[in-house]
């Protein structure tokens, strides 16, 4: 992917921080730990919503979000939003979705897929022309819950933040929407000025029982930042099932592909394999491998008879 701007309303890329890092570097730095980023490979390869929120500088949130959006993968499309410009000509399901002025023309290229699209939000707030508030964010969070995965940065010192920020005008947000955000990052400058992940949450969409009754659990903790021993206290493990379902995987086997993931992200940080672009052609040789590997076997089981 490359480190310039993407246009508006075009295909993207990434957003780009003035420093763009690799999410290997962010594990060196203790950013975040390999555990949590093998988690997020995997969510967003599912078209998982993501937030990265934090009330500091803005940096720190799309140095955050670039580097994690290395994990998605290169068939999926993802358009950034415009901003105060955005139409949502190039959305099929725009109007449906209650966006009043759909049935523009729409951007050339082919229809835009719930199945292999991503929309990107550089900021969701109010703070400038380039940001998604109001009626668009509104629709953004929305296309999450049919289907389309969602990126974007935001500025919130908290999850209770992000949920108020959302459900108050002019974006408005109701519960069962917010149920929708997926993975919800906070970041945080400490005393020694490092950005970290002190918290990271799942929020559990709203489903319905076997019997059709609508089922609200609260957001689940993946991890939180430990002051004390500045490491990342895991607790992902409690809702793996969950994760394994949302993305349609069984329960086993999200966690044989969590375990791979976690072990090249620690190998390459242990190697000192930083560079955006190396990190990139290892994340993309791993996804090629895990595309041709058999259902149920760890990376480099073999599925040979024994003799």
């Known amino acids: 992917m490359a480190d310039t701007p993407p246009e508006r309303g075009r295909w993207a890329s990434r957003p780009v921080p003035s420093q763009p890092r690799s999410i290997v570097e962010l594990i060196r730095s203790g950013t975040l730990d390999a555990e949590l980023a093998a988690t997020i490979w995997l969510l967003l390869e599912g078209r998982v919503p993501l937030i ?70 550089t900021e969701l707030s109010d703070l400038g022309p380039e940001t998604t508030w109001g009626e668009a964010a509104r629709i953004a969070v929305r296309a999450a819950s049919i289907g389309y995965g969602l990126a974007a940065t935001m500025p919130a010192g908290s999850l209770d933040d992000v949920f108020a920020e959302l459900r108050a005008a002019p974006v ?53 930042w430990d002051e004390r021993t500045d490491t990342l206290e895991q607790f992902g493990w409690g809702v793996a099932p969950e994760l394994a379902s949302r993305i349609g995987k069984r329960a086993g086997d999200f966690e044989l592909e969590l375990a791979a993931c976690r072990d090249l992200l620690e190998r390459l940080a242990h190697d000192g394999a930083t560079r955006v672009d190396d990190v990139r052609a290892a994340i993309a040789g791993h996804a090629a491998l895990a595309t041709v590997q058999p259902t149920g076997l760890p990376l480099g089981s073999s599925t040979a008879a024994p003799h």
């Open 52 to 121: 990265v929120a934090g009330d500091g500088p803005a940096d720190d949130r799309s140095t955050v979000l670039a580097a994690l959006l290395d994990f998605v993968p290169r068939d999926v499309r993802v358009v950034e939003l415009a901003g105060a410009d955005e139409t949502f000509a190039w959305l099929p399901q725009a109007s449906e979705l209650g966006w009043p002025t759909a049935g523009q023309a729409r951007a050339n290229g082919p229809p835009l897929r719930p199945t292999g699209a991503m929309l990107l939000a």
């Open 172 to 224: 408005r947000l109701t519960d069962d929407e917010l149920s929708r955000l997926g993975v919800v990052l906070v970041v945080r400058r400490t005393d020694d000025e490092r950005c970290r992940v002190v918290a990271a949450h799942y929020v559990r969409p709203v489903v319905r029982d076997v019997h059709g009754h609508l089922q609200r659990l609260g957001p689940a903790v993946l991890a939180t």
